[in-house]
């Protein structure tokens, strides 16, 4: 066809995976006449039929499933070449998507903020998640992740510093409780521990083996609770290395548990199709002055 527009396949692309006009037509920020109007233009340029209307929105012909099995990959490939083409200027500008576990951000957030002041050009998107983002679409720029390095052919990972868990107590759980002097004594004390995978992490497995549960007094998926609820008394807790700085400006006291350390690397992750992208290597570099590769924050 002479007159294919991608604007077409875009837009019967969203019909197909909204299942109507109207759901694909709010997707888009379009009205319904005007998708219609897009879909009737692509049928009719096609000389296929991709919808077959009935009362409770549109259902794909064989023609249209084609086109969804085919289209979404170069959707997505559209995408990233969107994204990637504006990540890549000669001076870092521009917006920089980054992606951070939710246990990070009250960390990284002063640090954004003295990234922006260096570069005031970049506008900085944070995307808290704990799942692990696809960096391939395009989307998100750069993931701050923690564990193994990637593997993935198409992704750079480059050490940023090393995260531990360490444990800690208020001074006003101190002043009525005291403090363990050894692993053996954790059962004598109160605790706020984390729930679900966090477990798995073996400076909580230790503690979890001593303590009973009925002294846990709080327990939450998330560190930034677990470290509210240290700093109000409610018990002895670990969190990550990341909030040992702010753990001693409020007055938080590290207990000295005899457990040995694991610290996992954190890891700043982007595409290799951003390689050259000027903001992208703007903030590792800012990152890695601010950070100390192969060191846990609380040493």
Do not use: C
Request: glycine share 8%; hydrophobic share 40%; net charge neutral.
């Amino acid at each position: 066809m002479d007159d294919f527009r991608w604007d077409d396949i875009r837009i019967a692309l969203a019909v197909a995976e909204q299942g109507s006009l109207s759901r694909a037509g709010e997707h888009l920020g379009m009205n319904h006449s005007t998708v219609l109007r897009h879909i009737n233009q692509l049928e009719a340029g096609l000389k296929q039929k991709l919808f077959i209307r009935h009362q409770r929105g549109y259902r794909l012909t064989d023609a249209g499933r084609y086109l969804l099995q085919h289209g979404q990959p170069l959707a997505a490939a559209m995408q990233r070449l969107h994204s990637n083409l504006a990540a890549l200027d000669a001076s870092p500008g521009g917006t920089l998507r980054i992606s951070t576990a939710t246990d990070f951000s009250q960390f990284f957030a002063p640090l954004l903020r003295d990234f922006r002041q260096q570069h005031p050009q970049i506008r900085v998107q944070v995307l808290a998640t704990d799942e692990h983002v696809n960096l391939t679409s395009g989307d998100v720029h750069v993931a701050i992740r923690m564990g193994p390095q990637p593997q993935q052919v198409d992704l750079i990972a480059r050490p940023l510093t090393q995260v531990g868990i360490h444990y800690y107590a208020a001074p006003s759980y101190i002043e009525r409780y005291g403090l363990p002097t050894s692993l053996s004594q954790a059962e004598q004390h109160w605790w706020v521990l984390p729930t679900g995978n966090k477990r798995k992490i073996s400076e909580i497995q230790a503690v979890l083996q001593q303590v009973p549960e009925h002294r846990i007094t709080l327990s939450s998926n998330s560190f930034t609770d677990i470290y509210y609820a240290v700093r109000e008394g409610m018990g002895i807790g670990g969190f990550g290395s990341l909030q040992h700085q702010q753990a001693l400006r409020d007055g938080l006291q590290a207990v000295p548990l005899d457990i040995p350390a694991e610290a996992e690397p954190m890891w700043f992750v982007y595409h290799r199709e951003l390689k050259n992208s000027a903001r992208v290597k703007a903030l590792l570099s800012f990152l890695q002055q601010q950070l100390t590769p192969g060191s846990d924050l609380a040493h």
